[in-house]
């Protein structure tokens, strides 16, 4: 049974850091692209940025373009979200999703996969930024 699980999430200060972790079961990891979400209430979900099955490309929405980071360690089956000088309006739901990497692309070049091409997705952590 294919799964995504994240974690991670919880109440941190605006200016600070946070790392989520998408952790990948029943599905061959270095096979999938895996693209990182959120929804905050009363909002559509949004992109917030990808990486390739390697690893070696990414992208990210304008919104966290050099706050966020994401990276991967396919020997662990993890994906990792990296999240720094958060804002308010950081705050939402995050999930992560799995795209089977012959039918996306991903590069630092052109925009992150749409929402529809990802075929799994995990149920989300919460990530609440407040002083």
């Known amino acids: 049974q294919s799964q995504l699980v994240e974690s991670g999430g919880g109440l941190v200060q605006p200016g600070g850091s946070l790392r989520l972790s998408c952790a990948v079961s029943?599905?061959?990891?270095?096979?999938?692209?895996i693209g990182w979400f959120r929804q905050a209430p009363g909002k559509e979900r949004e992109g917030v940025g990808c990486i390739s099955s390697s690893g070696g490309d990414t992208n990210y929405a304008d919104s966290v373009k050099g706050r966020f980071t994401v990276s991967r360690d396919n020997a662990k089956n993890t994906v990792y979200l990296h999240l720094s000088s958060v804002k308010p309006e950081d705050t939402a739901v995050y999930y992560c999703?799995?795209?089977?990497?012959?039918?996306?692309?991903?590069?630092?070049?052109?925009?992150?996969?749409?929402?529809?091409?990802?075929?799994?997705w995990g149920r989300g952590t919460q990530v609440t930024v407040s002083s």
């Open positions: 029943g599905l061959t990891v270095n096979h999938y692209a």
């Open positions: 999703a799995a795209a089977y990497t012959l039918r996306v692309l991903v590069r630092s070049t052109i925009p992150c996969p749409s929402r529809q091409e990802y075929e799994y």
